[in-house]
């Protein structure tokens, strides 16, 4: 079982800039992948961004280019950083490890992420 405690929201201006940060309770080493997904209030749970063990990355169209997806394995930490933030980026962000392929998935708690002037 893996426990993930997300960090690092809160409320910022268009344009502006976060970083999230997710720390994990056991080694990340070996997780198949582990990624970023939002809630928006009143839409499903969308994928952000994914990056699996061997480092390969993966984006929601809507944050190409915008956000990165990264990992500090010394520390059992991704992280998201979010540039040009945008109204429609607002949402509660999770963070999200699978460590198989065809396991279960293990969910953070969420931390809010506000876009507005």
């Known amino acids: 079982q893996v426990q993930l405690v997300e960090s690092g929201g809160g409320l910022v201006h268009p344009g502006g800039s976060l970083t999230l940060s997710c720390a994990a309770s056991?080694?990340?080493?070996?997780?198949?992948?582990m990624g970023w997904y939002r809630q928006a209030p009143g839409k499903q749970r969308e994928l952000v961004a994914t990056i699996r063990v061997v480092g390969n990355t993966n984006y929601a169209d809507s944050v190409k280019g915008r956000f990165t997806i990264s990992r500090d394995i010394s520390k059992n930490t991704i992280y998201l950083q979010m540039n040009s933030l945008k109204p429609e980026d607002t949402a509660v962000y999770y963070c999200?490890?699978?460590?198989?392929?065809?396991?279960?998935?293990?969910w953070g708690q969420g931390t809010q992420v506000t876009v507005s002037s």
């Open positions: 056991s080694s990340i080493f070996s997780i198949y992948a």
């Open positions: 999200n490890a699978k460590p198989l392929p065809s396991g279960n998935d293990y």
